[in-house]
Nanobody, 114 residues
Framework: QVQLVESGGGLVQPGGSLRLSCAASGSILRFNDMAWYRQAPGKEREWIASISRGGNTAYADSVKGRFTISRDSPKNTVYLQMNSLKPEDTAVYYC????????WGQGTQVTVSS
């Protein structure tokens, strides 16, 4: 079973930036359309961004223009650059395929607060 490992979260002030990373066991990310999701306290997990194997991207309206998803296939890693962070971006962030093929990883906590 593929293991996903998200990292890069932390505490940041409103308006700040963070870059999240997603790695997987085995060189498998390059063969899949990948996505980032997040789950805020008391809310369901939601899709926020995706990137195809060919590099096409899509974003939820809530993050469009502020977040950028990218991938480095040789490094088998997917990234989420988050700029202009808002308190409402506070959540645990996860990666998975666009079809949620694999078990969820532990996620990485992002807290936006002054």
């Amino acid at each position: 079973q593929v293991q996903l490992v998200e990292s890069g979260g932390g505490l940041v002030q409103p308006g700040g930036s963070l870059r999240l990373s997603c790695a997987a066991s085995g060189s498998i990310l390059r063969f899949n359309d990948m996505a980032w999701y997040r789950q805020a306290p008391g809310k369901e997990r939601e899709w926020i961004a995706s990137i195809s194997r060919g590099g096409n991207t899509a974003y939820a309206d809530s993050v469009k223009g502020r977040f950028t998803i990218s991938r480095d296939s040789p490094k088998n890693t997917v990234y989420l650059q988050m700029n202009s962070l808002k308190p409402e971006d506070t959540a645990v962030y996860y990666c998975n395929t666009i079809s949620v093929t694999w078990n969820w990883g532990q996620g990485t906590q992002v807290t936006v607060s002054s």
